[in-house]
């Protein structure tokens, strides 16, 4: 293998990274991972770290999982990948059966496979339009969204995104969208050319780690189903019990139109996003000049399957979700400790979701301070401007969990004592 220092010249040179100022970035020293296991990942220097956001929000049963890493070879030595396209493969036919009947009971019978959250966002998307364009409903073509959402990147499931610094540059292009402040504002939309409502259930992730008041979720599938307009839910995120349930619709049993699934579909693993939806809905795609001509090179790629068909299984094995949900509880009685330190403004969790917000200025200066003092501790994350997400695996132990915390304390005291000084 190159030299460290050889990698990074030849990323500065060449490499251009998501969500990077690359003005910073060129000249800077970063740990270059080569390895990962369990909640550890480790530099080409053999430093080890904790991995504090599960890999953007994406491991749930730590690296290198040996029951994802043999689904991996063993799917590997029989067939990397195969046209979705007029033929059918195994892998895909079992995950499709697997997820309708892992969601409240098989209500959503109908599972379209792309790539990442925003190909399952937007994949949602051309389903609902074409849907409502081919029963004739031309007048809906409007999608509601949240402020300071965030759905993915590709233009439709921008245009839903509600934070400026990312979708500035793209504004008014894409999906038409009305953009509302909360419950109170999706009360005083007039639905009556509304297709549908996109909400992230449960808990905001790029609002700075912002929980919905309990009942929000139940609240829009009612306001939905009066205006006749169809729910997605984007659990992205959420999905595959990071809030506790299995999927965070759950917590407030509420069943969506759209369920859009990527990140911990395959445990962090492999790229692999799923669409899921209604049989109704489906069932109006059939017959000529209905087809959804919407799809991908890599559609259902049955490396992707086969490691999501394991990740599953760990995910539905008994105790699971209830480890999640003690250590979830376990978190929550760390970020209390740490809420109480000067330099912390509030701290905010559902399940093994969290942010730790700052008593900054929002420019995000004291975010990235902080995460550079925790990665110098051994421990790697990113802030969301001063909010600094801790999203550890789900396969954390308590002892782990506790040693991630105990590194929040000293990076902590640390700023505390350098802006002192």
Not at 251 to 264: I, Q, T
Request: glycine share 12%; hydrophobic share 40%.
């Amino acid at each position: 293998m190159k030299s460290t220092r050889e990698l990074l010249e030849a990323d500065w040179r060449h490499a251009w990274h998501p969500f990077t100022d690359q003005s910073l970035w060129e000249g800077v020293d970063s740990p270059v991972i080569v390895r990962g296991e369990g909640v550890w990942l480790e530099d080409s220097e053999g430093r080890r770290y904790y991995d504090g956001n599960s890999s953007i929000w994406t491991n749930i049963h730590g690296h290198s999982h040996p029951a994802l890493v043999e689904a991996l070879r063993e799917q590997a030595g029989t067939l990397c990948h195969s046209s979705y396209l007029g033929l059918a493969n195994a892998r895909a036919s079992e995950l499709a059966m697997t997820l309708s009947k892992s969601f409240s009971g098989g209500a959503l019978q109908r599972v379209f496979f792309s790539d990442n959250g925003s190909t399952a966002l937007e994949v949602a998307l051309r389903m609902e339009l074409q849907w409502r364009w081919m029963r004739g409903e031309k007048e809906r073509r409007k999608v509601v969204a949240f402020e300071n959402a965030y759905h993915g990147d590709t233009l439709g499931a921008a245009s839903l995104g509600g934070v400026g610094r990312f979708f500035e540059a793209i504004a008014g292009l894409g999906v038409e969208v009305e953009q509302v402040g909360g419950l109170a504002g999706l009360l005083a939309v007039d639905g009556d050319d509304v297709a549908a409502v996109v909400i992230e259930p449960v808990i905001q992730g790029v609002n700075e780690m912002t929980p919905w008041p309990t009942g929000m979720l139940k609240s829009v599938r009612a306001w939905c189903d009066e205006h006749g307009a169809h729910l997605i839910c984007d659990e992205v995120m959420t999905g595959f019990g990071r809030t506790g349930a299995l999927f965070a619709c759950e917590l407030e049993e509420v069943v969506p139109d759209y369920l859009c699934l990527a990140k911990g579909l395959t445990g962090g693993t492999m790229p692999l996003a799923a669409t899921l939806t209604r049989e109704v809905i489906y069932e109006d795609f059939k017959g000529p000049g209905k087809t959804l001509y919407y799809g991908h090179s890599y559609t259902a790629n049955p490396l992707g399957c086969a490691v999501a068909l394991a990740s599953l299984e760990l995910c539905q094995r008994d105790g699971f979700l209830l480890s999640v949900r003690e250590k979830g509880e376990l978190m929550g009685a760390l970020l209390k400790q740490l809420s109480s330190h000067p330099s912390v403004k509030a701290v905010r969790r559902v399940g093994m979701v969290s942010g730790i917000e700052l008593a900054g200025d929002g420019s995000s200066r004291g975010g990235k301070a902080l995460c550079k003092r925790l990665r110098e501790r051994g421990l790697l994350t990113r802030p969301i401007l001063d909010t600094v997400v801790w999203m550890p695996p789900l396969a954390s132990t308590r002892a782990e969990l506790q040693a991630m915390g105990h590194i929040f304390q000293e990076a902590l005291s640390q700023e505390l004592s350098s802006s002192l000084s």
